[in-house]
């Protein structure tokens, strides 16, 4: 698996952001501390250090789709804009749906939208790294946090095997902030970085009850696997494809089977 030599330097980031700290959400009335109220300063805090570090490479997603559009007027139809990502994953992981895309213009650019599949966008000549940042409250036991829906990847592993021998220009990275309240202050203690790429497959975790999500701790996510994209598509996609089979045998018994008596 080869990536493009520029790219984020996580080992950096990590060091940089051990003791950083946020102001506590609703400080003033000891606001919420779970859940994307307490993950949305950091995040924005990691994408402002990367912005100062990569000032031309760094985005959130819908920016870049704005640029791209807005940098290239010629390209008014859905197919024409389409056709301005040359690698086909990331334009199935970065762009907006058929409508959305035909009717931006500059008056009507994209806003952020929370199911945009990347937090922070690294993007150098034609490659592609995709950054979600979760957050961890280290103080309190918890589920592993919603990933990435299990169907998108399945999806995005198809379209890496249908262009096989094609370059590796997309990644796609987690950095966890494990904190910890300190009055009106969220204090990073540890942080973590994966890269899905390098999880093996199978020690991946689909939540079929959870909107079929992949459900991980960063800190805790496997970095063993060797092989090449492709080799991770096939390996996942038959994780996957297992994963499913089993989840219809369980509704077919669960949900179909105990009532077709009655319809004899």
């Known amino acids: ?28 009335d000891n606001g919420t501390l779970s859940g994307h109220a307490a ?8 994408y402002h250090h990367l912005k100062e570090l990569y000032p031309r490479n760094i985005f ?34 970065l762009s907006r749906g058929d409508t959305a895309t035909k009717d931006w213009n500059p008056r009507n650019i994209f806003e952020e939208k929370q199911n945009d599949t990347a937090d922070i966008l690294f ?29 998108k990847v399945a999806q995005m592993c198809a379209i890496i095997l249908d262009n ?6 997309v990644s796609i990275n987690y ?4 904190w910890l309240p300190e009055g009106k202050m969220l204090r990073c203690v540890g942080a973590h970085y994966g890269n899905l790429f390098r999880s093996t497959p199978s ?9 079929m999500q992949i459900q991980f701790h960063v800190s805790d996510l496997d970095q063993t696997f060797k092989g090449t994209i492709e080799d991770w598509a096939k390996a996942y996609l038959k994780v996957f494809v297992a994963s499913a089979e089993r989840r219809c045998r369980t509704m077919y018994e669960r949900y179909v089977a105990p009532f077709k008596k009655y319809l004899e």
Not at 12 to 18: A, E, F, I, K, P
Not at 19 to 28: F, K, W
Not at 164 to 169: K, L, P, Q, R, Y
Request: proline letters at 4%; aromatic letters at 12%; glycine letters at 2%.
């Open 39 to 46: 993950g949305e300063p950091f995040e924005k805090l990691v």
């Open 164 to 169: 096989m021998g094609a370059a590796c220009d």
């Open 203 to 211: 020690s991946l975790y689909i939540n079929w009850a959870a909107a």
């Open 60 to 93: 959130k997603q819908f920016e870049y789709l704005n640029d791209l559009y807005r940098n290239n007027p010629q390209c008014i139809t859905v197919e024409d804009r389409m056709s301005l990502f040359h690698s086909p994953v990331a334009l199935f992981l």
């Open 123 to 151: 993007h150098n000549n034609g490659y592609f790294e995709l950054l979600d940042v979760k957050t961890r409250n280290v103080s309190k036991s918890a589920q592993a946090p919603n990933i990435i829906s299990a169907y």
């Open 1 to 28: 698996m080869t990536y493009s030599m520029c790219s984020i330097d996580y080992d950096q980031l990590l060091h940089w952001l051990y003791s950083q700290e946020v102001v506590r959400p609703n400080a003033e």
């Open 175 to 178: 950095v966890e902030v494990d």
